[in-house]
């Protein structure tokens, strides 16, 4: 009985080891196949196809390693903890390099073209965007808001209902004459246009006919221009493209960082 358990026990293994050789060799031809970025212009039908094949592909082979050896395909685990907690707290950097005979090797691979599925069907949408659509995009769509409209009022009415050095109501009114609205379109931001004034006196006047709050709105606003005659919206690409999750993760790991404009000059 105890010689039959023995050679059980090894035929199990050697079971286990071909199956898992196997299943690494079926995943390594995988992601050859589908482990590389699809083409810049690959459409949604294409790329779903792709997803479709990939994952009927990987649930054949998940299959054939159960049947022959009854278990599930083995999982990535940290040793520094128990029970379910050692599959719960493994590093992303070992997961991302999780062995081809794992669950998680296989997860990586359908995650990776699942995002250049969402990306493709997020172009097919921008491509059937229509101007309505863009228009509130662009109004939702804000880079510079230092003080704006709510801010003013709000300064304004601070002072018309101030019990000491308050101002009257006709003073409200040509105070807030002396303030404009940014012409670029992404910006929310009041600026004055006289000198004597209430509201903020150290922040420093731009000309009476100047349309915008600074000169990096201005070019902005020519630059946003000259994108609306070639894309047929004002936004910057990068307000409404897809990014994908290793781009995402690519710029967590270099700690890019993007530092706030000046918008107002103090005297």
């Keep these: 009985m105890k010689?039959?358990?023995?050679?059980?026990?090894?035929?199990?293994?050697i079971n286990l080891a071909q199956a898992r050789t196997e299943l690494n060799r079926t995943m390594l031809k995988l992601r050859t196949e589908y482990g590389y970025a699809p083409p810049k212009d690959v459409s949604y039908p294409e790329m779903k196809q792709r997803c479709s094949e990939l994952t009927k592909a990987i649930d054949i082979a998940m299959e054939l390693y159960v049947e022959s050896t009854g278990k599930l395909p083995e999982r990535m685990r940290n040793l520094g903890y128990v029970k379910l907690e050692a599959y719960a707290n493994v590093p992303d950097n070992r997961l991302k390099k999780a062995p081809l005979y794992t669950v998680e090797a296989a997860g990586n691979l359908l995650d990776f073209n699942a995002d250049y599925l969402i990306k493709a069907a997020h172009n097919a949408a921008i491509a059937n965007r229509t101007r309505k659509e863009w228009a509130r995009l662009e109004y939702e769509y804000v880079e510079r808001n230092d003080y704006n409209l709510r801010d003013l009022y709000d300064d304004l009415m601070e002072r018309l209902d101030a019990s000491e050095n308050f101002i009257t109501f006709e003073e409200?009114?040509?105070?807030?004459?002396k303030w404009k609205r940014c012409k670029y379109y992404a910006c929310d931001n009041y600026f004055p246009i006289a000198n004597e004034r209430i509201i903020r006196p150290h922040i420093k006047a731009r000309r009476i006919d100047a349309e915008y709050c600074c000169d990096e709105c201005k070019k902005s606003q020519e630059n946003a221009k000259v994108r609306y005659e070639k894309t047929g919206t004002y936004l910057p690409e990068y307000a409404y493209e897809y990014v994908l999750e290793e781009t995402i993760e690519r710029k967590e790991k270099n700690h890019i960082v993007i530092s706030p404009e000046k918008i107002f000059e103090n005297i």
């Design 3 to 13: 010689i039959e358990a023995t050679i059980l026990t090894v035929n199990n293994a």
């Design 172 to 177: 409200y009114r040509e105070e807030r004459r």
